[in-house]
């Protein structure tokens, strides 16, 4: 298995790692895979990636996280995944490396269009993994500049036969026609047995029952609520 074996297995998450893990070995195995996963604030999405990035293969990983910040700026989420593959880009026909050069500020021109650089990043994948599989990670789709998602979705429905997996994560409620029509991860609260065992690792006091019950009823299993709720004053009971 590629990465290394003891990364420590996330509390209540056995399912979504052995999802991630079949999508490494598929990848490895020399097929693409696209897995976009779902959940609220805070329901641990990005711990996921983490998990993925340490497993997958070593310097064999770009990721990338959208910021609401530059939401607006054209192809900002796709320069900023695809930068550490750009020594690739001489490896493109004329046509698909000016695209891209374009696109990325490279040199001067107007952005290209989506239709355009689509095809222009999936050779730039296809090039990056000629030798060994690529995992692509985005973190915070749901603050993608519209250039960036429409060239993603694009990438995602024709990664054809590379060796190139797709890793997004996109919150919810709210933005389910990002990335529609993907394979999807739901990425839930905690059961309460495992939200029990993450609260009391974070809680340095004696807790009452009653309290530690109501905490995990209140948030609903949320591993960053319950993370966050020994230091700031998220319930009206915080200091007891």
């Excluded at 999508?23 to 996963?37: A, K, N, P, Q, Y």
Aim: aromatic content about 4%; glycine content about 10%.
């Amino acid at each position: 298995m590629p990465g290394s074996p003891a990364t420590p297995p996330l509390r209540g998450r056995r399912r979504e790692q052995e999802r991630l893990d079949r999508l490494l070995r598929e990848i490895r195995d020399g097929g693409s895979r696209v897995l976009v996963l779902r959940g609220d604030a805070g329901s641990g999405k990005s711990a996921l990636l983490d998990y993925l990035t340490v497993r997958a293969p070593l310097g064999r990983v770009v990721r990338t996280a959208a910021v609401a910040a530059e939401s607006e700026i054209g192809y900002a989420a796709l320069q900023h995944l695809c930068a550490p593959l750009l020594h690739h880009l001489d490896r493109l026909p004329g046509p698909e490396h000016a695209t891209l050069a374009t696109a990325f500020g490279l040199r001067h021109g107007e952005p290209p269009p989506a239709g355009a650089t689509g095809p222009a990043v999936l050779g730039l994948l296809g090039a990056a993994a000629a030798r060994d599989p690529l995992v692509c990670v985005v973190d915070d789709v749901q603050w993608l500049d519209r250039l960036s998602c429409d060239v993603l979705t694009f990438v995602a429905h024709g990664l054809g036969a590379a060796p190139v997996g797709l890793v997004l994560a996109a919150r919810s409620p709210g933005d389910e026609a990002i990335l529609a029509g993907l394979p999807e991860l739901r990425v839930d609260g905690l059961a309460a047995a495992d939200a029990r065992e993450l609260l009391d690792d974070v809680v340095w006091w004696p807790l009452d029952n009653d309290v530690r019950e109501r905490i995990v009823a209140e948030s609903r299993g949320n591993p960053l609520a319950l993370l966050e709720w020994p230091r700031a004053d998220l319930f009206p009971y915080n200091a007891r």
